[in-house]
């Protein structure tokens, strides 16, 4: 049997070796278990050698972090890939003017990932967040959910109406947790259209053939708007090529692309005029080679959308028939017009999906803000 005090030295030792095993994997510094007048410094190794050639031992530290790994029980980290995260489920509670706009994947259509689109109602207490148009709404909110909404749920108020063209009802005030429209403070926006940079084939862009000077289709015509006043002084001074029931003459979506790129000018003018309220109007004239002549918000406004050179606004002439003479002169002056295209060297112009754009970026934006918000006001916000 050993002496008690060789015993000692014994386990004194083991305990050594383990704490210049560990030290040596993790690189930290030692705990001081001797205090026998040894100087124990940032190198382990040196270290461990050094008070067991004191003690007579022998001692190895080169095992490696992986091998130490694989002889404990501590566990790996999880990759990425192993910690997915969920999907984030929107429902859409109710369908834009009763017309679906397809559940297809986000991944393909917005580059969004992580998104699961339903329209089953079953799923109601499972959904992060749920689509309601508003134009679609009860005004007694009859067709509302009748189920508590869970605490994480988002509510979302979607309109793309202006609010001339949109019932404000008063039951709305503090229903939902975020808004998405054409506005830019909306929580989600989604603007009617947008310019992106052009790609090398895109940049070589050509001005397609024209035939006609100034064109029109109205699918919505009222004597009471101020497009039709505004026309109707301005057919005075140049000849408009307007299409639309009201004119007797209807034309198919091939038939409109063929005559706006056909037109030098075309009247992007909006139902009615309210901040941000920029429509397909403005955007499918950009995207199809033809320069809008706008009626909406102020100049200042549309340039926060598109560059000052790519359009004119009739707010840059005192009255119609100096407009119509600016571009009568535009159709005598090829140099001139050109200077309409020169944004196509760098953009495109692009136009949103109705209705599956907008739940595809509302899910993105619940999907990476998890945070509380609520609307406080909507009527204020949107009508005031």
């Not at 947790?177 to 926006?189: E, M």
């Not at 003459?249 to 005559?259: D, G």
């Not at 209705?355 to 934006?365: F, K, M, N, Q, S």
């Amino acid at each position: 049997m050993s002496a008690p005090w060789i015993t000692a030295v014994k386990t004194v030792i083991v305990m050594f070796l383990l704490e210049c095993l560990i030290l040596s994997v993790y690189h930290l510094q030692p705990l001081g278990y001797f205090n026998q007048g040894v100087q124990i410094n940032n190198n382990t190794e040196e270290s461990c050698l050094h008070v067991l050639k004191m003690q007579n031992y022998m001692c190895t530290v080169n095992i490696t972090t992986e091998k130490f790994l694989m002889t404990t029980s501590v566990p790996k980290p999880l990759t990425s890939t192993e910690i997915e995260e969920p999907d984030t489920i929107v429902l859409i509670w109710m369908w834009p003017f009763g017309s679906s706009f397809g559940l297809g994947p986000c991944s393909s259509a917005s580059n969004i990932h992580g998104c699961r689109l339903t329209d089953d109602r079953g799923l109601f207490n499972e959904a992060h967040g749920v689509m309601f148009h508003h134009r679609d709404i009860s005004w007694d909110l009859s067709n509302m959910p009748k189920l508590p909404r869970p605490a994480f749920q988002k509510w979302i108020w979607w309109n793309m109406e202006s609010p001339t063209h949109s019932g404000q009802n008063p039951l709305l005030k503090e229903l939902f947790n975020l808004t998405s429209s054409y506005r830019r403070d909306s929580d989600i926006p989604v603007p009617y259209g947008w310019l992106s940079d052009a790609t090398e084939v895109e940049k070589n862009y050509t001005i397609p053939k024209k035939e006609k000077l100034v064109c029109w289709v109205v699918s919505n015509y009222s004597p009471n708007h101020k497009r039709s006043q505004y026309f109707n002084e301005l057919v005075k001074h140049i000849n408009v090529d307007a299409h639309g029931r009201h004119f007797g003459s209807s034309i198919n979506h091939n038939e409109y692309l063929n005559l706006v790129s056909s037109c030098k000018f075309y009247l992007s003018f909006e139902n009615s005029v309210h901040r941000d309220y920029m429509t397909e109007k403005l955007f499918n004239p950009l995207a199809l080679g033809t320069v809008p002549v706008v009626l909406g918000p102020t100049r200042e406004n549309y340039e926060q959308f598109i560059p000052s050179e790519s359009f004119i606004h009739v707010d840059d002439f005192p009255t119609p028939k100096e407009l119509a003479d600016h571009l009568k002169l535009m159709d005598q002056n090829e140099d001139l017009y050109r200077q309409y295209f020169t944004w196509r060297e760098h953009f495109v112009s692009k136009g949103a999906l109705f209705g599956l754009d907008h739940a595809c970026r509302i899910c993105e934006h619940i999907r990476k803000n998890k945070h509380y918000r609520v609307v406080k006001d909507l009527n204020s916000w949107y009508w005031g």
